[in-house]
């Protein structure tokens, strides 16, 4: 082979064995996340992390196990973050471009009549415990307010949260294609993200289609420079809900975010 990538720190155990049995060609590890920065509950619940959290030092370990390997990092605060506990191989930032691939699903100029919130993503719990925090602390206001809202949620995510409650759509995992349809078909995407690490794709990929979004300050994580342009960021479940409130309800708010995405 020419190069070796692994996708995930854990999987560098792999590539430390192969390097046993022979050299190894140029090595990559793309990390995703950094796995020892990963909350292990939030709100006083705790979250199912499937054993990928570590401690730091066993995460340093995995990174420097093929010496020379490339350690790709998702934003630059998780590549800071790598250096600080002492990674010695170096370490890059990649980047994510969704651009090409959601220009075809741009949302039309009358999505704003449509009142339709989305969110999309996978089962993981950190996605779950972001839509536990956004009904519980933001829907029934926003519904108060724009009583036509609608919330619909796509992706793995729907096979472990579905709470069946008024105004809430769960169309669960989609084809992708199918997924960006949905998205152009909504008016405002929602990323309450509570926890976690990385860049958040889902974010990207909203700011690419120029779907004008309200975010958690998790959510923009390595787009802070640049989340004005897409999104209101919001501090709290007040914030949030007059950031929804907003796009459902100020066409020329909604417009010129739509316009400064793209």
């Known amino acids: 082979y020419d190069a070796l990538v692994v996708s995930y ?10 390097q046993a049995i022979r050299p ?6 793309l990390t995703h996340d950094a796995l020892s920065r990963l909350p292990r509950e939030f709100a006083g619940r705790k979250l199912d992390l499937g054993h990928r959290a570590c401690d ?23 590549a800071e973050y790598f250096r600080s506990i002492g990674v010695q191989n170096r370490v890059v930032t990649t980047e994510y471009d969704a651009a090409e691939e959601m ?33 519980d602390e933001c829907w ?28 809430i759509e769960v169309v669960g995992e989609q084809p992708r294609e199918r997924m960006l349809a949905l998205c152009a078909a909504a ?18 990929e909203t700011a690419a289609l120029g779907l004008p979004a309200v975010c958690l300050p998790t959510a923009v ?25 907003a796009l459902l309800t100020d066409r020329d708010r909604w417009s010129a975010l739509r316009a400064s995405a793209l």
């Open 9 to 18: 720190t854990h999987m560098m155990r792999v590539a430390e064995e192969l």
């Open 103 to 135: 220009a075809p699903y741009t949302p039309p100029e009358d999505a704003f009549e449509r009142r339709t919130l989305i969110f999309h993503g996978s089962a993981n719990p950190m996605n779950v415990a972001g839509l536990n925090w956004f009904v």
């Open 140 to 167: 029934a206001p926003i519904l108060a307010a724009v009583p036509e809202a609608r919330l619909v949620v796509c992706g793995g995510v729907g096979a472990a949260w579905n709470p069946k409650l008024p105004g």
């Open 221 to 245: 994580d390595g787009l802070e420079d640049v989340a004005d342009a897409f999104a209101i960021v919001a501090e709290d479940a007040e914030g949030f809900v007059a950031g929804c409130l």
């Open 187 to 204: 008016s405002v995407a929602v990323n309450p993200c509570v926890a976690g690490t990385g860049l958040k794709i889902k974010t990207v």
């Open 24 to 29: 190894l060609p140029p090595t990559a590890v």
């Open 56 to 78: 730091a030092g066993t995460e340093r370990e995995a990174l420097d196990a093929v010496p020379g390997a490339c350690v790709v990092a998702i934003s630059s605060s998780e």
